[in-house]
């Protein structure tokens, strides 16, 4: 059994997610809930829960400065949230779970089954860690890690050694300067919208590239870049060729 505590400011949003719970995700016990950040740091001291299901948004501490307040938080976290477009942007970044305002069941018994399998507390720290050096850093920094979950492990790599992106289906495949390859099971334009502020170009439907890594681009067609570490012509798409131009400054 899988011990939680829900943390939000609105009574009725407490006793509609713990009512969901119960009813769809019966491996989870909600064991306490809190209306403010202070009352969710005794909460979570004295329980030791291994989940927390947070708000974002409370009066006062919001939810990323109740995080800010353990130095080294041992449970899982999902942010519940109805909107912070910049909050749920860093909490993508670190591959952390978030559920959205009204929550959906298919996505909250997704939610609670990740989880149930992978709950390993070393790797939540550093999800963590690195979600609050990104809320400090609200711009883009050149040596911010993003967070790729695959099947097997989840992987903090520095944005800057990722060369490209490449999608296949609900899949991104992200190549390395290291020449590894690390495939994740997330569609590339929830990384389009993660990686442009970092100078990544979406050249193509299923290509998003590293500036930094391009050495050159050919005429041919609509164009090809050509990327370091490969010799592989990335194609640009015929409506991108005057935007990746002007990004590159060609």
């Known amino acids: 059994m899988i011990s939680a505590i829900i ?3 609105e009574l009725i949003n407490i006793s509609n997610l713990q009512a969901l719970l119960v009813r769809h995700c019966k491996e989870i016990e909600v064991v306490a809930s809190a ?18 299901f947070l708000d974002i948004e409370m009066p ?36 952390l779970d978030y559920l959205l305002k009204p929550i959906d069941i298919t996505e909250l018994k997704n939610t609670v089954s990740r989880i149930e399998k992978s709950v390993n507390a070393k790797k939540q720290n550093l999800r963590l860690d690195n979600l609050l050096h990104l809320l400090d850093n609200k711009y883009p920094d050149e040596n911010q890690k993003i967070a790729l979950p695959t099947l097997k492990e989840t992987y903090l ?28 099971s997330r569609p590339l334009y929830e990384y389009d919208e993660l990686l442009v502020p970092y100078g990544f170009i ?12 391009v050495t050159s681009m050919l005429n041919e067609d609509s164009g ?9 012509k990335i194609p640009i798409a015929k409506q991108r060729k005057s935007l990746v131009k002007s990004l590159l400054k060609i």
Do not use: W
């Not at 938080?73 to 749920?88: K, L, M, N, R, S």
């Open 157 to 184: 790599v520095p944005v800057k050694d990722i060369v490209r992106c490449e999608s296949s289906n609900n899949y991104t495949s992200f190549f390395m300067v290291s020449g590894v390859e690390h495939l994740i």
């Open 224 to 232: 090809y870049l050509i990327m370091n570490y490969t010799t592989q």
């Open 60 to 95: 006062g501490k919001n939810g990323f400065d109740l995080l800010k307040s353990f130095k080294n938080p041992e449970f899982a976290v999902v942010f519940v949230t109805a909107y912070d477009a910049y909050g749920i942007l860093a909490v993508k970044f670190s591959a």
């Open 35 to 52: 209306i403010n950040a202070d009352q969710a740091k005794t909460c979570i001291q004295e329980l030791k829960p291994d989940v927390v």
């Open 7 to 9: 943390v939000d400011d």
């Open 202 to 213: 979406r050249c193509h439907q299923s290509h998003l590239v590293n500036k930094a890594h």
